[in-house]
């Protein structure tokens, strides 16, 4: 089911409330709200509790950043997001705005896309935020809620049944209706060899405590999943077994649209990386399509070392980021079409600083930055910009450092033709210990020739 996010639009200009509900009545399943003044935000916003907030800065009486410290002040309101949209594009400005408790700035005139993609990650992250709350208050009421209760025999007969059981099992007679049945019946089919080793155990290890997840069936023939504790303890003289059982179907519930969630979210951060990288390709027509080809090779080759999962995704990102740096050197020295000076190489070599330094304050992306920051340090040390040596070197970074050679000789460049397949095997094989990792470079040759890279 999808989501609808509230979004109070809080703006003095009625021409600029209309373009913003214009531009986002199209866009996503939002509910939008108008403000023309601070005051008018601060009452609406606690009758609302909105998903996001857009906050103009110039208004007249109580400006942007007024509203701003008042909602912050107010523990109802202290969590909603607030983007503030202003023409104010100084430091002083932007200072004043976070001290004031903005969380995003978007400086007019402003990029249709850009606001519409910022509102999508923060309506998206602040969505996944609310779910986790909810689960945490959804367990605390759980721990303080009566769970179902039996007491069963050594032979696996039930002896009690309290009225939460009753209720969970839709039996019509109360614990009548339990009292005497073997335990096993009420088990889903498939899942009888948990509960009968979970009796042995208690039964064999009267310390012990035990709990597991196992599939349970009501009178109805209705399945359901619950989470099972017990432990040993002696009822009216015979060895026999406590049980809590607690339905835990809400519980998978939320857990799936969690994990739905984080899986957006996770896509919508993916989809930034791409427009990212798109934007670097744009800017340098010399290598467009590389971070696209790099990627993909990397990823081949962490697969034919063995990497995996998460692990694997890390590394695909790193590689899609690789360049992210160049972002911050001069047009003129990265398209400088002669060599370039000392000093104009101590800048260039400046760029996996760069990257490190704009990108490790997003924690979603901190595991994938072993390869933008160190894929130009080289195996005997002498790279830059750390001079890391062997394995010091993540390992990321030195499968990445194979590709990226590789792509960057097998292309065209203006000022060189590309370099044959043989004259770079020969060349990675010649600077493997010196440039590489030698077993980099041994397993990345057995891999099947990649595609050649479009000629200029």
């Not at 980099?440 to 050649?452: A, D, G, N, Q, S």
Request: hydrophobic share 40%; charged share 25%.
């Amino acid at each position: 089911m999808q989501h609808t996010s509230t979004i109070l639009i809080v703006d003095d200009d009625p021409i600029s409330q209309k373009t913003l509900r214009a531009l986002l009545s199209t866009q996503g399943n939002y509910e939008l709200v108008l403000a023309g003044s601070g005051m008018e935000a601060l009452e609406l916003a606690v009758k609302l509790m909105p998903d996001l907030i857009l906050l103009d800065v110039m208004m007249p009486g109580m400006d942007g950043f007024e509203v701003c410290r008042r909602l912050r002040d107010d523990p109802l309101l202290s969590e909603v997001p607030i983007i503030m949209i202003t023409g104010l594009d100084d430091r002083e400005s932007r200072l004043q705005g976070i001290e004031a408790g903005a969380d995003d700035f978007i400086i007019k005139p402003f990029d249709p896309h850009e606001l519409q993609a910022r509102i999508r990650t923060t309506t998206r992250l602040n969505r996944y935020r609310h779910l986790m709350e909810e689960r945490a208050r959804f367990e605390r009421v759980i721990e303080l809620s009566p769970d179902g209760l039996m007491i069963v025999a050594d032979t696996g007969v039930i002896l009690l049944a309290n009225p939460a059981m009753v209720r969970m099992l839709g039996t019509r007679d109360g614990a009548t209706d339990l009292v005497g049945k073997p335990l096993a019946a009420f088990i889903a089919r498939g899942h009888e060899e948990n509960h009968e080793t979970f009796l042995y155990h208690l039964l064999e290890d009267p310390t012990s405590v035990v709990r597991f997840e196992t599939m349970m069936l009501g009178l109805d023939q209705r399945q359901f999943p619950v989470e099972i504790t017990g432990g040993y303890i002696l009822w009216n003289g015979i060895p026999a077994v406590q049980i809590n059982v607690r339905d835990i179907t809400a519980r998978r519930q939320a857990e799936e649209e969690i994990e739905r969630s984080r899986n957006e979210l996770a896509m919508a951060y993916d989809a930034t990386l791409v427009g990212w990288v798109k934007a670097l390709d744009l800017r340098d027509r010399e290598t467009e399509g590389h971070s696209q080809r790099v990627t993909e090779m990397t990823v081949r080759l962490a697969r034919a070392l063995g990497i995996q999962g998460e692990q694997l995704e890390h590394i695909r990102r790193g590689a899609l980021l690789h360049d992210t740096g160049k972002m911050g050197i001069p047009d003129r020295i990265l398209f400088k079409p002669g060599p370039l000076t000392p000093e104009e190489w101590n800048l260039m070599r400046l760029h996996p600083v760069y990257a490190y330094e704009w990108l490790s304050p997003i924690a979603y992306l901190r595991p994938s930055l072993d390869i933008p920051y160190a894929h130009h340090e080289r195996w005997d040390g002498s790279g830059y910009p750390r001079g890391l040596k062997g394995k010091e070197i993540p390992l990321a970074a030195r499968i990445f450092a194979v590709v990226d050679v590789w792509d960057a000789l097998r292309s065209d460049r203006p000022y060189r033709s590309a370099w044959s397949e043989s004259r770079v095997r020969q060349h990675l094989r010649e600077l493997a210990g010196i440039h590489f990792d030698p077993e980099m470079v041994e397993v990345f040759l057995t891999l099947p020739t990649p595609e050649e890279p479009p000629s200029w």
